[in-house]
Each structure stands twice: as C-alpha cells, then as structure tokens.
C-alpha cells in the first residue's frame, strides 16, 4: 500500500469443521463410530466411507439407518463430543487470538446450535458472530447462508470486498463465489487437496495447509499491525 492510504476494515469469517476443529478426520470418525456402537446399529466398509465423505451426519443416519430414531442419535453424539471433545488443529487457538486483537472475526457453520455451540464456546469470546447454518433454511452452498453475515457487517461499515471466508471443501469456495467475498481454502480438512482447489480455478496463493498460514498473508489483516503480527508469528514458531 502507498503511504498514507487509509486501510479499510477487514473481516475473517471461518468455516468449522476440518478448518478450525479436526473433525473431518479419525479424531470425528471415532466419534461418530463410538455413536453408532452405542445405538447397536450395523456397521460396514461401505458405511464408513459414507460417514467420511457425509457434509451432515443427520442426513447419514436418514439413508444409512433409515429405521433409527435420528433425535437419539443425535443426542448420543453430542453426549459422546461432550463427554471427548475434538480437538483443535495445531496452532489454532494461537493463531486466533492473534487475529482477535487486528482482524474481526466470524464463524459459519453447517452444524446446528446445539452440536456447534459446545465447540465454538471452546473458542472464547474471539468471534463478532456465529452462525449455525444446521438451524437456518439455507445452507451452504447457497449464497443467501450469507444473508445473516452481512447484516451482522452492516454494523462495522465493512465492504463486501474486504469479507474472506476461510473453508475446506469445495462447497466452501462454491459459496463464497456465489456470495461474491473472498475465499481463501485450507487443505487441512484431508477432503480435498490442493489440486482439487487448484482444479476449480482457485488461485494457488490462496491455498494454505491450515488456518496458521493466515499470519503470513498481508492482505487478509490489518496492515497498522502487521509488522507486529509477523514478529508475533516467528516468536511462537
């Protein structure tokens, strides 16, 4: 930027699921494994890979289980998250409270309140908002997901250029163009590479291994601080 240009505010908004919280991997299946033990239900190879490749557990239970009572299950889930909750991946509570202090920060989610609530409540205060999109009648990647976000923007005068939604599937980018912000992907999720992002046309600059490499990326921050933000970064790494 040239001297004496004014910065605008920034807005980083955060998917949850295999971007901040490492459920998309054996930490989540064991979850959900332990849940369908727990309700006595049949388990194949087949199952399996439809658990892992699933964006919404509850529409799982509806085509794997059709008979099973999809409440029970759910709330055996959630007792089991709550009882061994997943954890964050590497990094991530560090590199948000470094945001926290430059950046405001938001989360969209496709779980529900409930089964959000009790992760993201791990998180702090760090985030402006959360939106669970598990509650709402659009879900991602439908750009109208986006509606409560951006009224929750109005507030702090911030133009929708300067929004970036930070996810780790396709979905993700899907709903980010069709929403017309910023995007930028982890492959951290373990679903989809950095050539599967590259194969949609995104950018190669705006493919990270994980939320962590946010520190490095100038143009996501507030620049009045990212002299400080990098001597923060290199201290802890």
Known sequence: FAKGTEMQKQWLCFDLDGTLLD??????MARILKTVQARNLPVTPEVVTALSNTGRIELAVRTLWPNEDEREFMRTWLEIER???????PG???TLESLYRYSILGIITQRDRKSAQQQVERLGSWF??????????????DPRAMDEALES??????KRKNITYVGDTLWDL???RAAKINFYAVTSGGHYTREDFLNAG?????ILNSVCDILRIGP???WNCICLLYIMYFIKN
């Open 220 to 222: 996501l921050l507030n």
């Open 174 to 176: 899907e709903f980010a």
């Open 153 to 158: 923007y109005k507030w702090s005068g911030v």
């Open 202 to 206: 995104l950018d190669e600059n705006k």
């Open 83 to 89: 009882a061994h909750p997943i954890p964050f991946f």
């Open 128 to 141: 402006a908002f959360v939106i669970y999109l598990g509650d709402e009648e659009f879900k991602k990647p």
């Open 92 to 94: 991530t509570l560090e």
């Open 23 to 28: 459920s998309t991997g054996a930490e989540g």
